[in-house]
Nanobody, 127 residues
Framework: QVQLVESGGDLVQPGGSLRLSCTAS????????MAWYRQAPGKERELVAS????????????YYKDSVKGRFSISRDNAKNTVYLRMNSLKPEDTAVYYC????????????????WGQGTQVTVSS
């Protein structure tokens, strides 16, 4: 089992910035893919950004939803099992509950575990 603790959500004005953090704890050997999703009221949860370890760079292979490209940046500290989401030039349509997701990781027994979620952190962009 892995536990995810998120932080960083807040009320911010349009054009402002926030950084979300998510730390995973438990019997973790290594985490393959970490991601951020968001869910706005009345809408389905959607993938915002993801990072998959590829052995070449610290942040691995990254993916961004089109509407956040150039504004959001995902990064990770693998030694701390932590993923960050830096959000710049925030817009009202970015308002949502943001969820951290560990898509898959290897535990200390070598088993591959899948799909764990954090509790969510509220991001509100409003003047």
């Amino acid at each position: 089992q892995v536990q995810l603790v998120e932080s960083g959500g807040d009320l911010v004005q349009p054009g402002g910035s926030l950084r979300l953090s998510c730390t995973a704890s438990g019997s973790i050997f290594s985490i393959n893919t970490m991601a951020w999703y968001r869910q706005a009221p009345g809408k389905e949860r959607e993938l915002v950004a993801s990072s998959t370890r590829d052995g070449t760079t610290r942040d691995g292979t990254t993916y961004y939803k089109d509407s956040v490209k150039g504004r959001f940046s995902i990064s990770r500290d693998n030694a701390k099992n932590t993923v960050y989401l830096r959000m710049n030039s925030l817009k009202p349509e970015d308002t949502a509950v943001y969820y951290c997701n560990v898509k898959n990781y290897y535990d200390t027994n070598g088993s591959l575990r899948n799909n764990y979620w954090g509790q969510g952190t509220q991001v509100t962009v409003s003047s």
